[in-house]
């Protein structure tokens, strides 16, 4: 009788510890609930969350930069200052000549037959 009443305090003992542990809802259902089936579902949500995380912060990162070159004072920061440009200009110059002096002889020619040219031609 003894042993008895150790098994049914023990038992008692063991069903406060899963009510505490599983609560209230391992007394509705007859199902038991595993542990380790509610924990790997929480671990595997965990991680694709931090995946996630990790991909949205490349794509932040991605758009800063974005931002950054569509910045029109970072435009002017990568662009040619004067002097190189002039160097350019400077470069071509034998170019320039030769096709200004054609182009004067295109507007000779067509005022000469009495055309009119294009408006940026003149």
């Known amino acids: 009788m003894d042993r008895q009443l150790e098994m049914d305090s023990l ?3 063991l069903q406060v510890l899963e009510n505490r542990i599983y609560g209230e809802k391992r007394s509705k259902s007859a ?3 595993k542990c380790a089936e509610s924990l ?3 671990q595997a949500g965990l991680i694709n969350t931090g995946n996630k995380r990790e ?3 490349i794509l932040h990162k ?3 930069d974005l931002l950054k070159y569509l910045d029109p004072q970072f435009t002017d920061h990568i662009t040619l200052p004067d002097a190189m ?3 350019f200009i400077l470069a071509e ?4 000549f030769s096709h200004a002096a054609l182009l004067e002889q295109i507007q000779q020619h067509a005022a000469a037959a009495g055309q009119q040219l294009h408006p940026r031609c003149s």
């Open 93 to 96: 110059e034998a170019f320039l």
């Open 40 to 42: 790997a579902k929480i």
């Open 31 to 33: 199902k038991p609930i």
């Open 55 to 57: 991909r949205v912060k």
């Open 62 to 64: 991605k758009i800063e």
């Open 85 to 87: 440009k002039l160097e």
């Open 11 to 13: 038992e008692m003992r």
